[in-house]
């Protein structure tokens, strides 16, 4: 029995990686900053959302790893396979120009975790383009795997943060259980956010294109579920506990925010220093992880296209435009954040609404390729199974539409 379960284990253990790294680099600067601002500003009112965009990430990334397991293709490989060179191409530039501003909002959330341990962002900023373009362009996918695996054990930082701010724990079984709805203006839109943009276009191409530079086999699939399952479940536990040590310290005390950064240094006169420094110390691991992983989706996404098959275990000249997207965007990001006077709100609120005005195609993508019984054949998605999906369309719809909207105005 004993080993029996050290088979299981190990067979695990060489699944793990597109799900766990999908659901992780969600919690990335922004969406730790949405959920500082949802316990500063609501309390635990609002921890119910957590589980419906918990929920849905498991959704939708576990319909991303089937398809690209079963496929063999990428996200935009498909989407031009299917639907034509048109609309992928489409698909592809919002999604460049999407994911090189998302990388910028990383790079802003190294520099902002840097000055909280007093660390310029002259400093901070290149050293990180530096190392993440280091460990892509001269490691093997193994290696890559395993380095942002071991940093996204970052994460714990905010578990510790939570317990150490003393939350009030039956008030936060409550809000994730007893669904409170938003009355005011400013509660609709961290709402939304909170839901909406969790399914991050960048990450349903990168999982689906993960999977396939991982070459997992369909007999595998079952444990890609668990991994899947495990990633984004981790996804909604961190950003429960974000929640809970801003609602038992800054809402407690009325002290609002505008960013995770300001959450940090407002925790530690609140929670003690030890509190605030893993708050920091989660941001900057957070940051790190997620601008990895932004420039990957993009190159991943552009080599499809183009048709030119590409792996981490490729050499340059073997996979030019995967690892020459992958250094352009790295250093485009960095050098966005270096310079002075830069319109980073500007790049951020419409980053911000070119993702939500290009998630909603594509997960109608998504689940028509998911349908095509010639692509997927008896992996394909069920008639029961396309009621939930619809029903997640149909929820993120409106959320993003409300998203863009009061993000517009």
């Known amino acids: 029995m004993n080993r029996r379960r050290r088979l299981a284990l190990g067979a695990l253990l060489a699944v793990v990686g597109p799900g766990l790294l999908a659901g992780l680099s969600d919690d990335d600067p922004a969406g730790i900053t949405t959920y500082s601002v949802l316990g500063a500003e609501h309390g635990y009112a609002y921890l119910w959302v957590l589980v419906l965009s ?3 990430l498991i959704a939708f990334h576990g319909l991303g790893a089937r398809m690209g397991v079963v496929t063999g293709q990428g996200l935009i490989g498909l989407v031009r396979q299917r639907f034509g060179v048109g609309p992928a191409g489409a698909a592809l530039v919002a999604l460049v120009v999407a994911n090189l501003g998302t990388t910028c909002a990383e790079f802003a959330g190294i520099a902002a975790g840097g000055e909280l341990f007093g660390v310029p962002r002259a400093v901070s900023v290149p050293v990180a383009a530096i190392a993440v373009s280091f460990l892509v362009l001269r490691g093997s996918f193994h290696r890559v795997e395993h380095v942002l695996i071991a ?5 714990l930082a905010y578990v510790a943060a939570g317990f150490l701010a003393h939350p009030d724990w039956g008030a936060a079984a409550r809000g994730l259980v007893v669904p409170t709805m938003p009355t005011t203006r400013d509660a609709v839109v961290i709402v939304t956010a ?6 991050a276009p960048w990450g349903l191409s990168f999982i689906q294109s993960y999977a396939v530079d991982k070459r997992l086999r369909i007999d595998e699939l079952p444990l890609e579920r668990v991994d899947v399952v495990t990633g984004a479940t981790l996804t909604g536990v961190i950003g429960f506990f974000v929640v809970v040590a801003c609602a038992a310290t800054l809402w407690r005390n009325g002290q609002p925010i505008e960013s995770a950064a300001d959450a940090a240094r407002a925790l530690e006169p609140l929670a003690g220093d030890l509190a605030g420094r893993l708050f920091g110390i989660g941001l900057v691991g957070a940051a790190l992880l997620a601008a990895s992983i932004l420039p990957l989706s993009t190159a991943y996404s552009v080599s499809e296209y183009l048709g030119a098959e590409a792996a981490l275990d490729d050499r340059y000249r073997d996979a030019r435009a995967f690892y020459t997207t992958f250094g352009v965007v790295t250093v485009l990001a960095a050098f966005a954040i270096m310079v002075p006077g830069a319109p980073l709100v500007t790049i951020l609120v419409a980053t911000q609404v070119l993702n939500a005005v290009l998630l909603v ?11 095509d019984r010639e692509l997927m054949g008896d992996h394909r998605i069920s008639d029961r199974g396309l009621v939930g999906y619809v029903t997640i369309i149909v929820l993120v719809v409106v959320c993003v539409t409300a998203l863009a909207v009061v993000t517009i105005l």
């Open 54 to 56: 918990t929920a849905a």
């Open 361 to 371: 195609p594509l997960l109608i993508f998504m689940v028509r390729v998911g349908r």
């Open 151 to 155: 940093l996204s054990t970052v994460f």
């Open 194 to 199: 909170t839901l909406g943009t969790t399914l």
